[in-house]
């Protein structure tokens, strides 16, 4: 990304960016429920500091989705492995 291009992104969309860069491919219930907690939280930021729609909706999207994962059923192992 462009020094041009990251000047002009939001500092929310930034944060959000770190949040995704820092998730691990298979968290733990707890670390997943603090990142949606996380997410919840600058979601009420975004909207109260009027940031641009896209950025809220990234981030509104990003927690919904990891929140239906989180609710999804993991498959278990086979028996004896």
């Keep these: 990304m462009s020094d041009a ?3 002009r992104i939001c500092p929310l969309m930034h944060r959000l960016i770190a949040m995704i860069g820092q998730m691990s491919l298979h968290p733990g219930l707890q670390e997943r429920g603090q990142l949606i907690d996380r997410l919840t939280d600058l979601e009420a930021e975004s909207l109260a500091r009027n940031v641009p729609w896209r ?12 929140r239906v994962e989180s609710l999804m059923p993991r498959p278990s192992l086979p028996r004896g492995h």
């Design 5 to 7: 291009t990251r000047a």
């Design 55 to 66: 950025t809220v909706e990234a981030i509104r999207a990003t927690r919904l989705k990891l």
